[in-house]
């Protein structure tokens, strides 16, 4: 199984932190992307709708999308930081992805996608 | 009658920085030198009938004071660790007893004598401050703490308090306080992936609690940050000997899901000034299971 990485791990965005994992779902030929919004805690909870996702392959071409998100999204806290969970997925075609793009709220974080390092 | 006639102080001025690596060695009135001098100051009138004499010395460096047996102790040591400016005082106390008259105590109290000496910032060879503290955990965590729900969290809260001594005559800025975690968080059988800093929170690996957001990370127990869960004082965040922190993992999901955490943690009182070492610990887990009404 293919395991990807984003380049960088996280990118602040504003006030938040963005970063993903990626994995590959051979039997549904799919990529599931877990996209984890880094904030401070105690914070009103996050609707799916305010968080999107769209992963490039190797052509430029955006992959399509299988499965986003619905309504309040799950969020792991501590008294550090909370992370809220948003899992897509995606199509998988012969090309694997080499990027992907968040926006949350508006805001936009470009990250680089690349088998992880054992994998390459 | 016998009485208390005098009372002298004599304050050992800081001494000037030390050479590097170097335990600063001044002159520090031995109990002969320093009687003799009292004779001198108050022979005239008082000490021809002197009964006892004695001589107490203290050292004091920042917040931490030490007893007599202990000055010598303070001129080998750094008083503050990464200050080269630091300073501290030592004291002497004589106490003469005779049976003079209060008027003559009176005379005698006046003079003062003036003597070089003190501690000083001193470093080991090897770079590391000779400056330590001990320390013990107040308030931690043990075993295992169940998580409760409440509304749409289940999440346990806990406390994370320790208190350092000190080495004399340094403060306690070589205490902190390390964080480790490792675990999952589970919505309904899938794991909800934490973000520590440059990480995700791992199954089986301890790693450093840690979070980031807004481009700024956040630890526990440094020195070097001082937020509301994690805090110095005592009396303050560069020097003090309290570490008061508190934490409350939690998992938060919606109607009808099915919440698991199982989380294990270390925490650590380390002393900076020695490579981190280890100085107290307490291992604890989070764990629980609950389904959203």
């Given at each position: 199984?293919?395991?990807l990485?984003t380049?960088?791990?996280?990118?602040?965005?504003?006030?938040?932190?963005?970063?993903?994992?990626?994995?590959?779902d051979?039997a549904?030929?799919?990529?599931?992307?877990?996209?984890?919004?880094?904030r401070?805690?105690?914070?009103?909870r996050?609707?799916?709708?305010e968080?999107?996702?769209?992963?490039?392959?190797?052509?430029?071409?955006?992959?399509?999308?299988?499965?986003?998100?619905?309504?309040?999204?799950?969020?792991?806290?501590?008294?550090?930081?909370?992370?809220?969970?948003?899992?897509?997925?995606?199509?998988?075609?012969?090309?694997l992805?080499?990027?992907?793009?968040?926006?949350?709220r508006?805001a936009?974080?470009?990250f680089?996608?690349a088998?992880?390092?054992?994998d390459? | 009658?016998?009485?208390r006639?005098?009372?002298?102080?004599?304050?050992?001025a800081?001494?000037?920085?030390?050479?590097?690596?170097?335990?600063?060695?001044?002159?520090?009135?031995?109990?002969?030198?320093?009687?003799?001098?009292?004779?001198?100051?108050y022979?005239?009138?008082?000490v021809?009938?002197?009964?006892?004499?004695?001589?107490?010395?203290?050292?004091?460096?920042?917040?931490?004071?030490?007893s007599?047996?202990?000055?010598?102790?303070?001129?080998?040591?750094?008083?503050?660790p990464?200050?080269?400016n630091?300073?501290?005082?030592?004291?002497?106390?004589?106490?003469?007893?005779?049976d003079?008259?209060?008027?003559?105590?009176v005379?005698?109290?006046?003079?003062?004598?003036?003597?070089?000496?003190?501690?000083?910032?001193?470093?080991?060879?090897?770079?590391?401050?000779?400056?330590?503290?001990t320390?013990?955990?107040?308030?931690?965590?043990?075993?295992?703490?169940?998580?409760t729900?409440?509304?749409?969290?289940?999440?346990?809260r806990?406390?994370?308090?320790?208190?350092?001594?000190?080495?004399?005559?340094?403060?306690?800025?070589?205490?902190?306080?390390?964080?480790?975690?490792?675990?999952?968080f589970?919505?309904?059988?899938?794991?909800?992936?934490?973000?520590?800093c440059?990480?995700n929170?791992?199954?089986?690996?301890?790693?450093?609690?840690?979070?980031i957001?807004?481009?700024?990370?956040?630890?526990?127990?440094?020195?070097s940050?001082?937020?509301?869960?994690?805090k110095?004082?005592?009396?303050?965040?560069?020097?003090?000997?309290?570490?008061?922190?508190?934490?409350f993992?939690?998992?938060?999901?919606?109607?009808?899901?099915?919440?698991e955490?199982?989380?294990?943690?270390?925490?650590?009182?380390?002393?900076?000034?020695h490579?981190?070492a280890?100085?107290?610990?307490?291992?604890?887990?989070?764990?629980g299971?609950?389904?959203?009404?």
């Amino acid at each position: 199984m293919t395991e990807l990485i984003t380049i960088p791990f996280a990118l602040a965005l504003g006030a938040e932190s963005v970063s993903a994992t990626l994995n590959s779902d051979a039997a549904r030929e799919a990529w599931n992307v877990t996209v984890v919004i880094s904030r401070q805690p105690d914070q009103p909870r996050v609707d799916a709708s305010e968080v999107d996702a769209r992963l490039v392959d190797g052509r430029g071409e955006a992959m399509a999308v299988i499965e986003r998100p619905k309504g309040a999204l799950p969020e792991a806290s501590t008294s550090l930081s909370s992370s809220v969970n948003a899992v897509f997925r995606f199509r998988s075609c012969q090309s694997l992805p080499t990027r992907l793009v968040v926006t949350f709220r508006g805001a936009s974080a470009d990250f680089a996608v690349a088998p992880k390092p054992q994998d390459r | 009658m016998r009485q208390r006639i005098a009372r002298h102080e004599d304050r050992l001025a800081p001494q000037k920085a030390n050479s590097p690596g170097g335990a600063s060695r001044s002159p520090v009135p031995d109990l002969g030198a320093f009687f003799s001098t009292a004779q001198v100051s108050y022979g005239n009138r008082a000490v021809s009938r002197l009964l006892r004499a004695s001589l107490t010395r203290t050292c004091s460096c920042g917040k931490a004071t030490g007893s007599a047996e202990q000055c010598e102790e303070c001129r080998a040591k750094s008083l503050d660790p990464g200050h080269a400016n630091a300073s501290g005082e030592s004291r002497a106390t004589i106490t003469i007893e005779s049976d003079q008259d209060s008027e003559t105590a009176v005379g005698a109290r006046d003079r003062s004598i003036s003597v070089e000496g003190g501690s000083k910032l001193t470093r080991t060879a090897d770079g590391e401050s000779s400056c330590s503290v001990t320390g013990k955990f107040t308030d931690i965590p043990s075993g295992t703490v169940n998580s409760t729900l409440s509304g749409t969290e289940l999440g346990a809260r806990f406390n994370m308090k320790g208190t350092f001594s000190p080495s004399i005559p340094c403060n306690c800025s070589c205490g902190e306080y390390r964080q480790y975690v490792r675990g999952t968080f589970e919505r309904n059988g899938a794991t909800v992936t934490h973000a520590l800093c440059g990480t995700n929170l791992d199954p089986t690996k301890f790693q450093e609690d840690c979070g980031i957001f807004g481009g700024t990370s956040y630890r526990y127990g440094y020195r070097s940050q001082s937020f509301a869960t994690s805090k110095f004082t005592n009396p303050d965040q560069a020097t003090g000997c309290d570490f008061e922190g508190r934490d409350f993992p939690r998992l938060g999901g919606s109607s009808g899901d099915k919440l698991e955490v199982n989380l294990d943690f270390q925490g650590r009182l380390i002393d900076t000034c020695h490579g981190n070492a280890v100085i107290a610990s307490s291992d604890w887990s989070v764990v629980g299971t609950a389904t959203v009404p």
